[in-house]
């Protein structure tokens, strides 16, 4: 089974609005990083936060990462249309393996 | 500059066919990968190499081989084609040190018919 298992596996937010994305894992980690996919492209790395920090920013974006209870929550604030997409939590357990979850897909209407 | 590119970006076969993937990086990173994403999203690692040698060879068909002829290249070839097959598949690069992110390319929309 994945490791990293996102919650709610759809979002529909209206523009302005922030979204809140959750993602929850197994095991011990490096880090955990969000990516985001749009419609027929690849993945975007978005933001990266090790295990021995417990809040990052980026823009718009907030990540934090609770170890005790093995989450991460995304916050997107003040969203646009622009951000309708797919969104993953990835955690690296390795250096050589960055397993992914199933994907939040969130429409952000205009 | 495309950083990650692969080619084909579609590629559409029969059944049985033998076919090839190939994964270009300029990046200078270390490590290279071959991901399959299925129809529902989810994303699942098939191969990971450093520095041309293979280091992770998930539970993929042996129909599947990796070849990574310099640290900037990554191609996968897949003999006799299945309808299970069908899929997207990325080739992604990343540095070999901790905490670093990964770099993906466009990806490869295979569908077998």
């Known amino acids: 089974s994945q490791q990293g298992e996102e919650d709610p596996q759809a979002l529909s937010i209206q523009e302005g609005e922030n979204a809140t994305m959750n993602c929850s894992y197994k095991t011990s980690i490096n880090n955990l990083q969000w990516y985001r996919q749009n419609s027929g492209r690849g993945l975007v790395h978005l933001i990266l936060i090790r295990s021995n920090e417990r809040e990052k920013h980026s823009g718009r974006l907030r990540v934090t990462l609770d170890t005790s209870k093995k989450s991460s929550s995304l916050l997107i604030t003040a969203s646009r249309a622009a951000d309708t997409a797919s969104y993953f939590c990835a955690t690296d357990v390795t250096n050589s393996k960055l397993t992914f979850g199933k994907g939040i897909t969130l429409s952000v209407r205009p | 500059d495309t950083a990650v590119s692969q080619t084909p970006k579609y590629l559409v076969t029969q059944m049985g066919n033998d076919k090839s993937i190939k994964c270009e990086q300029n990046?200078?990173?270390?490590?290279m990968y071959w991901y399959k994403q299925d129809s529902k999203k989810f994303l699942k690692i098939m191969f990971s190499?450093?520095?041309?040698?293979?280091?992770i060879n998930e539970t993929v068909p042996n129909r599947f081989s990796p070849k990574s002829p310099d640290k900037a290249h990554l191609n996968l070839h897949i003999n006799s084609l299945e309808l299970g097959d069908s899929a997207v598949y990325f080739c992604?690069?990343?540095?070999?040190?901790?905490?670093?992110?990964?770099?993906f390319g466009q990806g490869t929309r295979l569908t077998v018919v």
């Open positions: 992604a690069s990343s540095p070999l040190h901790q905490n670093t992110e990964a770099f």
């Open positions: 190499y450093n520095n041309k040698e293979l280091i």
């Open positions: 990046l200078g990173h270390d490590t």
